[in-house]
């Protein structure tokens, strides 16, 4: 138990406590034994340090679960709200350990004091996810004369966003041309090439920045 052997908490101790629910708790320990604690919540708040509203990132599975793994702790840091493995055309790899995925978003998520445990799917086909709707703004990741993803956001700091990034391979022209023709806005990372974990990693933190800057716009 992280608060008995890591912590080494002992009782009388303050801690505070997350459910990945979105709950969070201040709690007074008042019996700590090897396997069990028992405490008294003296605070409970909701959704503390989580985003203002939802960032979906689809990264398509990597031949490297250790690059996908790293993503994954990346994303919990910087306010993802969801994750969704994709199967694309060029996709080669094809299993995803879940219970481990999961295990590195739970450690991420308490590591950097979020009380929400992003949603995690299992591997879905990119065509299944191009065809669902939403009221978000949805983006594809592709190299080319894009708009970047920053002029995308632009004035849209309230509302949730999802972006998809393709595998090593890239995805192909035909998918680019489907989620376009499905309300996808191509959007450009820059010039250079990123490796897809670093490109789901910018996306998600162009998007979590240039939130966070609205947000003291609006409170200045
Ligand atoms: N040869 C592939 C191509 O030309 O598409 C390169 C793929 S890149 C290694 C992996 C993924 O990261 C791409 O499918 C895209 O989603 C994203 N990506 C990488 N660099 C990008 C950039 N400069 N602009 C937009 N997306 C980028």
Redo the contacts with the bound molecule.
């Keep these: 138990m992280h608060a008995v052997r890591v912590l080494r908490c002992r009782a009388g101790d303050e801690i505070q406590v997350v459910d990945g629910a979105g709950h969070w708790y201040r709690v007074c320990l008042n019996h700590v034994q090897k396997n069990t604690v028992i405490g008294t919540v003296l605070e409970r708040r909701v959704g503390v340090n989580e985003p203002s509203a939802q960032l979906h990132i689809g990264l398509a599975l990597l031949k490297s679960r250790q690059r996908f793994e790293v993503f994954l702790e990346k994303a919990v840091e910087l306010g993802v709200t969801a994750i969704t493995p994709l199967i694309t055309e060029r996709t080669e790899a094809r299993s995803f350990r879940v219970q481990r995925a999961r295990r590195i978003l739970v450690a991420a998520m308490k590591q950097c004091r979020r009380c929400h445990l992003p949603r995690l799917s299992v591997p879905r086909h990119l065509d299944e996810v191009l065809m669902e709707e939403g009221s978000v703004l949805r983006c594809?990741?592709?190299?080319g004369p894009y708009p970047s993803l920053l002029e995308a956001v632009a004035g849209q700091e309230l509302r949730g966003v999802s972006v998809?990034?393709?595998?090593?391979?890239?995805?192909t022209e035909e998918e680019v041309r489907y989620a376009r023709g499905a309300g996808y806005t191509a959007?450009?990372?820059?010039?250079?090439?990123?490796?897809?974990e670093t490109?789901a990693i910018a996306c998600a933190s162009t998007v979590t920045m240039h939130r966070s800057l609205g947000a003291r716009r609006r409170s200045a």
């Design positions: 594809i990741a592709h190299q998809l990034v393709g595998p090593e391979g890239g995805f959007v450009s990372l820059g010039v250079r090439r990123l490796r897809s490109a």
